[in-house]
């Protein structure tokens, strides 16, 4: 889908505020809120933006957040990937040239949740090789706006090039 731009600017408003109605985004635009309600519905159909709610890592009580690099068998990574992309405390994967082969971010609700798909789900995938953890002990800065990054640049890698 190409987009033009009332499309990037919607999605721009909308990455500002997603709670913005159909009739302050068309305001601000200068076209109809039927042309926003329009645009943004073939926006979400076509994938090119998912609206969700991205947590607050500084407001949840004890947060286990874990920066994870994997070594995995290089015939596999994608699949690797894949598998880890279905986990929901996993919150970010990227192929990386260095060190590690993947980095994963993982938001557990607790230590003991984090310790689960740690050594239970990603040691339990086949082909990852050895993992090395780093337990996030206090945020000194989290910026809602790299989640909000990350998410529409994993919405963005998905379209472009779909997992296998």
């Known amino acids: ?5 009332i499309d990037k600017k919607i999605i721009q408003l909308m990455g500002a505020d997603a709670r913005m ?8 635009i200068g076209v109809s809120e039927g042309t926003v309600r329009n645009r ?25 957040f874990a920066f994870v690099g994997l070594d995995v068998e ?19 994967i990227s192929s990386l040239i260095g060190r590690h082969d993947l980095m994963v971010f993982i938001l557990a609700d607790d230590a003991a949740e984090l310790s689960k798909v740690l050594y239970q789900k990603i040691a ?20 809602y706006k790299l989640a909000r990054l990350l998410c529409a640049a994993d919405e963005l890698s998905s379209n472009v090039r779909a997992f296998l």
Not at 1 to 5: E, F, P, T, Y
Not at 74 to 92: G, N, Q, Y
């Open 1 to 5: 889908m190409s987009l033009d731009n």
């Open 21 to 28: 109605s159909n009739h302050q985004m068309a305001a601000v």
């Open 40 to 64: 943004v519905k073939k926006l979400i159909n076509n994938e090119v933006i998912k609206i969700s709610v991205i947590n607050n890592i500084n407001r949840i009580e004890n947060p286990s």
């Open 74 to 92: 290089a015939r596999e990574k994608d699949k690797i990937a894949l598998a880890l992309s279905k986990m929901p405390e996993v919150r970010f």
């Open 124 to 143: 339990s995938i086949p082909g990852v090789r050895n993992s090395e953890s780093s337990i996030g002990l206090k945020y000194f800065k989290y910026d």
